[in-house]
């Protein structure tokens, strides 16, 4: 039977990656942090069987021990202060738990496989936050990164740490450069989740409006449940290498609007929507579009859930919390 540990179990991939890891046999392990994390309960139930270790990617003792109890095969490091607003107020923890949590990682995984560097598998969740004001359209794994803010900083940090890792001591280690991908389980301070809550509540008759920042910047949205497919699928190559996940298409918040409203049949948003400088970044990242053909080609890496629909599933779900709750 393999054996997985994952950091940033009680986040959205951590949750979808157990999932996927638990139908495929695995045993599957996750660092839990805290001392009475709220997330618990909800992580055992969505995950039967999972094996949560106490742990905090800040504390290099307690990687260490993880691994001894878990003696993975796999280690997949998505654990990360994620939020890139929460980064500006928060850039040292950002710098800490985001960049030098991953060589606190790597490290211990180092000394825990002895002279077996290839003892085990290491995925480092990396982002298309790191190409910031691009310097190619589309993005893709070998484009050079200009990083635009403490979150995207401490990613560079740990990608190339992961990349010197598998060169100075051959460890299979690898990075999915991933770009923005969503689902039913995003966290709620993301725009998708900000607006598909509100669409929901404002059709409900909960609220009135929603405040957002920067309408024009684009991204390019995938489906959560796609991308960690892709995570694993890196981690069974014989060799380890650096991928981007992307849909290679790009949207709008503003075409992301029309169509979350357009589900429960508001045409225009207008009225609704109102713009508050608090959500406007120091420093944008434009425009993100990715080029998977690298994935694709070398992993057969697929995406199921188009963006429309994907949209239409994050809308859906939040009509159903909110109806139950009302
Ligand atoms: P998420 O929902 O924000 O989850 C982040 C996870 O990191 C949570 O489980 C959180 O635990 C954990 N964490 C935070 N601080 C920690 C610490 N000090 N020690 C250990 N764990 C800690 O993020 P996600 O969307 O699932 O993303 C997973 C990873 O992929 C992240 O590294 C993110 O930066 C990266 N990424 C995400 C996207 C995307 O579009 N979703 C794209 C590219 C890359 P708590 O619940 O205890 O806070
Ligand atoms: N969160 C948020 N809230 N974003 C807003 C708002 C708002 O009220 N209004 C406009 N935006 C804009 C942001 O300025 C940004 O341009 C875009 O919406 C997306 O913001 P987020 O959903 O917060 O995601 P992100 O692109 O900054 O970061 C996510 O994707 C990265 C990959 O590119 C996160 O998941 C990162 O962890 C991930 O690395």
Not at 153 to 175: L, P
Not at 176 to 184: K, M, V, Y
Not at 290 to 300: I, M, N, S
């Amino acid at each position: 039977m393999q054996r997985a540990l994952i950091t940033g179990i009680t986040g959205q991939d951590g949750l979808y990656l157990g999932e996927l890891l638990l139908s495929k046999g695995y045993e599957v392990y996750g660092l839990i942090r805290g001392q009475n994390n709220p997330k618990r309960e909800m992580v055992e139930a969505t995950l039967p069987g999972v094996k949560l270790i106490q742990g905090d990617l800040t504390d290099f003792a307690s990687l260490l021990r993880a691994l001894e109890i878990a003696q993975p095969d796999e280690v997949y490091n998505l654990g990360a202060i994620s939020f890139v607003a929460y980064s500006w107020d928060n850039p040292l923890v950002t710098t800490d738990i985001t960049g030098k949590g991953v060589v606190n990682l790597l490290e211990a995984i180092r000394i825990y496989s002895g002279d077996d560097p290839r003892k085990v598998r290491y995925y480092q969740a990396s982002t298309s936050e790191m190409f910031g004001r691009v310097q190619e359209v589309p993005q893709r794994e070998t484009t050079l990164l200009w990083p635009r803010s403490p979150y995207g900083v401490a990613k560079v940090f740990g990608h190339y740490m992961t990349i010197n890792y598998r060169e100075s001591y051959g460890m299979h280690a690898s990075s999915g450069i991933l770009f923005n991908h969503e689902s039913p389980r995003r966290g709620y301070e993301f725009v998708t989740r900000k607006i598909t809550n509100a669409v929901a509540r404002i059709k409900l008759g909960l609220q009135d409006d929603i405040s957002l920042g920067n309408l024009d910047s684009k991204r390019d949205w995938g489906f959560a449940g796609d991308y960690v497919r892709g995570m694993w699928q890196m981690l069974q190559q014989p060799e380890p290498d650096d991928y981007v996940l992307a849909t290679g298409e790009t949207h709008s918040i503003r075409e992301f609007l029309d169509l979350a409203f357009k589900h429960v049949g508001i045409e225009d948003w207008a009225p609704y929507v109102k713009q508050d400088p608090r959500f406007m970044r120091p420093a944008e990242v434009d425009l993100l579009l990715g080029d998977p053909a690298k994935a694709e080609k070398k992993l057969g890496w697929t995406r199921e859930v188009e963006f429309p629909e994907l949209v239409s599933m994050m809308v859906d779900n939040d009509l159903r919390i909110q109806s139950a709750l009302r």
